[in-house]
């Protein structure tokens, strides 16, 4: 009474490298956070244009200033999950500059599904403020003296 017995079998998941085995989870690497720096700084800069043109000053440009400038430099430092959180909040707050000042989002403004991926576990926006209050002195929260100048928002060429 010996058969042929077929069976079917669940195939293994695969990892990032395309080989069976269990897929891991993405981390935040340099060009990750390269990437949305250089995206949160397109749309700070729109924040600045919305804001300079009906200013309506919610303080928000600041917080999305101070929260870019730290992740800029959490980047420098090659802390790249903490550079991607805190672009996360500044290109959250620019959102939000722009809303208040009659703007609409561009496409830069929106997160990707890898970016949500990488940013899902992200503090609260007063923890992270606290962490660059921790490591550098309380930012300026004054919109009027951030509408016609932010440095230190971008990467160069070579960073």
């Known amino acids: ?21 269990v897929a891991k989870k993405k981390f935040a690497d340099k060009t990750h956070a390269r990437k949305a720096i250089r995206k949160t700084a397109i749309v700070i800069r729109n924040a600045q244009l919305k804001v ?20 800029r430099k959490m980047y420098i430092k090659g802390m790249y999950v903490k550079a991607l959180r805190h672009t996360r909040a500044a290109r959250i707050f620019a959102r939000k500059a722009i809303k208040a000042n009659k703007g609409s989002d561009i496409a830069e403004a929106n997160f990707t599904p890898e970016e949500e991926e990488l940013m899902k ?7 992270l403020m606290d962490e660059i209050v921790r490591e550098e ?7 009027s003296k951030f509408v016609n100048e932010a440095s230190d928002i971008d990467l160069g060429e070579n960073e």
Do not use: W
């Not at 200013?55 to 917080?63: A, E, F, I």
């Open 1 to 21: 009474m010996l058969g042929n017995i077929n069976a079917f079998a669940q195939m293994p998941a695969k990892n990032a490298h395309g080989k069976p085995g």
């Open 137 to 143: 002195a309380k930012p300026v929260i004054d919109d």
């Open 121 to 127: 576990d992200s503090p609260s926006d007063q923890e």
């Open 52 to 71: 300079k043109a009906n200013k309506n000053y919610t303080g928000d440009l600041s917080r999305a200033i101070a929260h870019q400038r730290f992740a």
